[in-house]
DNA sequence: AGTGTTAGTTGGAAAACCGAACGGAGGTGG
DNA sequence: CCACCTCCGTTCGGTTTTCCAACTAACACT
């Protein structure tokens, strides 16, 4: 049994180490738009440079982006998502949902284009039924739940 | 028109603003377990207590979470979140599906359970045609977009 | 040679963070 | 009554991060 004083055991926890601060996950939302170079995410973000070069190192050495050489002479790199990066789309996705309804109800300041021909409304389902994810969430269980 | 020096206007930087660092959003993952005591989101999350007072105040000044008082005589509060607040548990439901897909792939830490009866697995839709809001979602437009 | 682009690196000041201690208002046990 | 415990912070001192601007390196273009 863990000691009370322990943080519980979270996946939450766990995935905000490693993108749970601003410039890490904006950078990550450069690269969903196609934005490939330092200084373009730079300039996109608002990062300081070096806050950026060192996120940027995390986010590689934990398999989120990956770096790809462009240029031999002086050397030079591109950043891509990986798999596990293009799957915290979703997180983004969540995240700019919240901001478009609660902090610009009336005029959201991008809008994806779904291949449904509507503008991208995401919303969070549970896989098995289909129904809201988060109304119909119940009583957790595991290693991460405590008494009080 | 925007100088290319300013940041993409972006609903996703602007809830970063809000509720983008660490201490934040574990606040919130306690208030959805439930937990409504200041020492037991302490203890619960692993924060220190002069930060997790600046973010709940904060959260409260931004219409997240909201303060109820439960003693007088020690004048005591305990927190609850907003309607805002429970639309933020899509942002940890997102978070939690990715950690434990890529970090506790055997094990998640905590699973939930559905009111249709499985476990909770969080998927990413757009509201309009059911299909995988990340996949489909192309094109973006707005003032947050920008030629390069 | 001079200017521009790209991707950092460096240094110093400012801010955030942390653990531990403290406070004050009360409750509990003896 | 006194000692001790709980709860919710606040304060303190020190460490760690962050921020920002300037600088470097390595080339390309003109």
Redesign the pocket.
């Known amino acids: 049994m863990p000691k009370d004083a322990d943080p519980r055991e979270c996946s939450v926890a766990d995935t905000l180490d490693l993108v749970g601060?601003?410039?890490s996950l904006l950078a990550i939302r450069e690269l969903v738009y196609g934005v490939r170079?330092?200084?373009?995410i730079v300039r996109n973000t608002?990062?300081?440079?070096?806050?950026l070069?060192?996120r940027?190192r995390k986010l590689e050495a934990n398999g989120i982006i990956r770096r790809e050489r462009y240029s031999d002479?002086?050397v030079?790199?591109?950043y891509h998502l990986t798999p596990a990066g293009v799957e915290l789309c979703d997180v983004l996705l969540v995240l700019m949902r919240w901001g478009d309804r609660h902090l610009h109800p009336d005029d959201p300041p991008v809008r994806w284009q779904h291949s449904c021909g509507e503008t991208v409304t995401p919303v969070v389902v549970c896989a098995h039924c289909g129904g809201e994810a988060r109304r119909g969430a119940h009583s957790p269980s595991g290693r991460g739940v405590r008494a009080s």
Do not use: K
Not at 37 to 40: E, G, I, K, P, W
Not at 46 to 51: E, M, T
């Open positions: 601060e601003r410039w170079r330092f200084d373009q608002g990062a300081s440079r070096d806050i070069t060192s940027l002479h002086p030079r790199y591109e």
